[in-house]
């Protein structure tokens, strides 16, 4: 992973909040909250919660859990404090791949869109694990390949051809690059995880304009900096927003999203 891909500094969290949660995460953190609901835990972490969709899903299913959220990045547990305003959320700045907790104290570790972050997910997962109280459950999920994601397919597709001497390579490399089930659920069983599970889970993206859509990639995610390390001479937005336009129309659009959705439980 290239180091800059777990980085969401500056001003990314506001614009990844504002246009990229509404758009592609509000979804899915209402689908994990419903799954994670049905567990009933007692006792949540988060890791990688980023600016808190998944968070704020969370609180309102299980009003009366106690919920730690964690994430790599400060400023994104900044913004989701400041849109969250319950009172059993704790925010906490952590690395996966160490978490600052004792053993066998939470009933269950989500995440979403986290792990494909974590650049030695065997150690993440064996952290994981080590928190989790005996039979607990690890729930996350994760970015089907961008071909069955249309508006990441679209940006993909119009950056490479702004690029096409040097196009940029973070989707497949990260959000869209782990998503080979059989081998995630080795992956979880080498680590010591039992009863590893999963479902392809299929929503609609759906964005109040095709210019919401290019802004939410192109200056919410860190597509951002590999665009502007290559010192672009044209408006890329602007040229992105152009291709959506002429792929999805003009006015409100929609696109369809694929994840996988995975459940380990923790051995005795």
Same mark, same amino acid.
């Given at each position: 992973?290239?180091?800059?891909?777990?980085?969401?500094?500056?001003?990314?969290?506001?614009?990844?909040?504002?246009?990229?949660?509404?758009?592609?995460?509000?979804?899915?953190?209402?689908?994990?909250?419903?799954?994670?609901?049905?567990?009933?835990?007692?006792?949540?972490?988060?890791? !990688?919660?980023?600016?808190?969709?998944?968070?704020?899903?969370?609180?309102? !299913?299980?009003?009366?859990?106690?919920?730690?959220?964690?994430?790599?990045?400060?400023?994104?547990?900044?913004?989701?404090?400041?849109?969250?305003?319950?009172?059993?959320?704790?925010?906490?700045?952590?690395?996966?791949?160490?978490?600052?907790?004792?053993?066998?104290?939470?009933?269950?570790?989500?995440?979403?869109?986290?792990?494909?972050?974590?650049?030695?997910?065997?150690?993440?997962?064996?952290?994981?694990?080590?928190?989790?109280?005996?039979?607990?459950?690890?729930?996350?999920?994760?970015?089907?390949?961008?071909?069955?994601?249309?508006?990441?397919?679209?940006?993909?597709?119009?950056?490479?051809?702004?690029?096409?001497?040097?196009?940029?390579?973070?989707?497949?490399?990260?959000?869209?690059?782990?998503?080979?089930?059989?081998?995630?659920?080795?992956?979880?069983?080498?680590?010591?995880?039992?009863?590893?599970?999963?479902?392809?889970?299929?929503?609609?993206?759906? !964005?109040?304009?095709?210019?919401?859509?290019?802004?939410?990639?192109?200056?919410?995610?860190?597509?951002?900096?590999?665009?502007?390390?290559?010192?672009?001479?044209?408006?890329?937005?602007?040229?992105?927003?152009?291709?959506?336009?002429?792929?999805?129309?003009?006015?409100?659009?929609?696109?369809?999203?694929?994840?996988?959705?995975?459940?380990?439980?923790?051995?005795?």
């Amino acid at each position: 992973m290239a180091m800059n891909d777990a980085c969401f500094q500056g001003d990314i969290p506001a614009a990844y909040d504002r246009y990229l949660v509404p758009i592609l995460f509000d979804p899915y953190a209402a689908d994990l909250a419903q799954r994670l609901a049905l567990l009933h835990p007692h006792r949540v972490l988060e890791v !990688a919660a980023g600016s808190g969709a998944l968070t704020r899903a969370i609180s309102s !299913a299980l009003p009366h859990a106690e919920i730690i959220a964690t994430d790599l990045n400060q400023a994104m547990l900044d913004v989701a404090a400041l849109r969250h305003s319950g009172g059993h959320v704790a925010w906490r700045q952590a690395d996966a791949l160490s978490l600052p907790f004792p053993d066998q104290i939470f009933d269950a570790v989500t995440s979403q869109f986290g792990v494909m972050f974590f650049p030695d997910k065997h150690r993440a997962y064996r952290e994981i694990l080590r928190v989790l109280r005996p039979k607990g459950t690890f729930l996350f999920n994760t970015w089907d390949a961008v071909e069955n994601n249309d508006f990441a397919k679209a940006v993909k597709a119009a950056t490479d051809a702004l690029f096409p001497d040097d196009p940029p390579d973070f989707f497949r490399r990260t959000p869209h690059g782990y998503f080979d089930a059989e081998a995630i659920l080795s992956e979880l069983e080498r680590a010591g995880f039992q009863l590893a599970t999963f479902a392809k889970v299929e929503k609609t993206a759906r !964005a109040s304009s095709a210019r919401d859509a290019a802004t939410a990639f192109c200056k919410g995610s860190p597509l951002r900096m590999e665009i502007e390390a290559r010192e672009p001479k044209v408006d890329v937005l602007a040229r992105v927003t152009e291709i959506l336009e002429q792929i999805f129309g003009k006015g409100p659009i929609e696109g369809r999203m694929s994840a996988l959705v995975f459940t380990a439980e923790a051995r005795r």
